[in-house]
């Protein structure tokens, strides 16, 4: 059974990596989904299995014309986190660093708006600001907005920077991981030329591989027969991922380094940063330059010998430093509280 479980293991992290910056089953209309997409039935299996291991439920709530399927552990006697996934990734992303948290936190993982099994209209505005005033709509539907402790990796760590500038007494940390943006010095492929993500996208056979070992430092060995499988569903996926990749350049065409600077040093929230020194996606020089923009930054944690997702590479020393981070920001009060004028 050990040997067993390690296989399965091993195919997690292949399964949860294809998802987690450019890879997922994404997200349709109701009635729309492509059979070719369908996951192969034994990781479909296994997530859950990950889930319950990591004391997650799932769970679905209607909100507007969105409804949002998400992870829920933990008590919600205890501080609230939500953590948030990269491009056109999932909710499992994060179990096996939530299996670290939820004995101390309630723990909420959303499926994004068109991605995983949230389903939205097609007309869908997957713009950042957007999908931030959607999940603003989603927290408070749940009832955790107040002191929320926001957590997002890849292209989720901007969405995350902008909810703490939008909602920021309602903030109380903030942790970014290998954490999207339009850098202006950090010398990063994807900020550089964002049609770059286009090399990401598995479009036909052998392409699996090289993906693999662009997204991390040490991918992990998986069955013949398993990996085919999944390099299929994501043949079958190409065009939606580069709609999506589409809307990232766009993105990077009307925001600039400038505006994203004047927005992140808007964050009042206390901030936890994290890079792989691997990452060849978003390069670790941009953890110093976040730190400079950052009001209430502490000193990037750089891990050796991660690529660009260490939520899957290296989930333990993810929650080993994240977890201090967050018991000692419990203790902090918002600074813009003590400049309130009592309204009588």
């Known amino acids: 059974m050990k040997g067993l479980h390690s296989t399965f293991g091993r195919v997690l992290k292949c399964a949860s990596l294809c998802g987690l910056f450019i890879f997922s089953q994404p997200s349709f209309a109701a009635g729309n989904h492509p059979a070719a997409a369908a996951q192969p039935a034994i990781l ?89 005033e959607q999940l603003r709509q989603f927290v408070e539907k749940i009832d955790i907005e107040d002191r929320l402790n926001v957590a997002g990796h890849s292209l989720g760590g901007s969405i995350a920077t902008v909810y703490a500038a939008q909602y920021p007494f309602d903030t109380q940390s903030l942790f970014l ?36 070992h662009q997204l991390m430092q040490n991918p992990p ?15 079958a996926q190409a065009e939606q991922t580069q709609k999506m990749i ?21 964050v009042e929230a206390p901030t936890l940063i994290l890079w792989g020194r691997q990452d060849k996606i978003i390069n670790v020089e941009a953890a110093n330059e976040l730190k400079t923009l950052l009001k209430r930054a502490e000193a990037p944690v750089i891990l050796n010998n991660v690529g660009h997702v260490p939520i899957i590479e290296a989930e333990q020393a993810v929650a080993d430093h994240y977890l201090p981070f967050l018991a000692k920001s419990q203790k902090f009060k918002n600074p813009l509280m003590d400049k309130l004028i009592p309204l009588n």
Do not use: C
Not at 177 to 198: E, F
Not at 221 to 235: D, H, N, R, S, T
């Open 221 to 235: 060995a998986v069955p013949f027969k398993l990996k085919q499988a999944q390099e299929q569903q994501l043949i």
């Open 177 to 212: 991981l290998n954490s999207a943006g339009i850098y202006k010095h950090a010398l990063t492929p994807y900020t550089q030329n964002p049609s770059s993500l286009k090399q990401l996208i598995v479009s036909k056979p052998g392409d699996f591989d090289g993906v693999m």
């Open 44 to 132: 479909q299996n296994y997530l859950v299995q990950e889930r319950k291991a990591a004391g997650l439920s799932s769970k679905t709530v209607q909100i507007g014309n969105i409804t949002w399927s998400y992870n829920e552990g933990g008590s919600r006697a205890n501080p609230s986190i939500l953590l948030i996934h990269g491009l056109a990734g999932n909710r499992d992303n994060w179990s096996r660093v939530a299996h670290y948290l939820t004995p101390y936190y309630h723990v909420i993982i959303p499926d994004l708006p068109t991605n995983g099994d949230t389903k939205v209209p097609e007309n869908f505005d997957i713009s950042i600001p957007n999908v931030t």
């Open 246 to 266: 589409d809307q990232v350049v766009t993105l990077n065409r009307i925001y600039t380094p400038d505006s994203f600077a004047r927005l992140t040093k808007s």
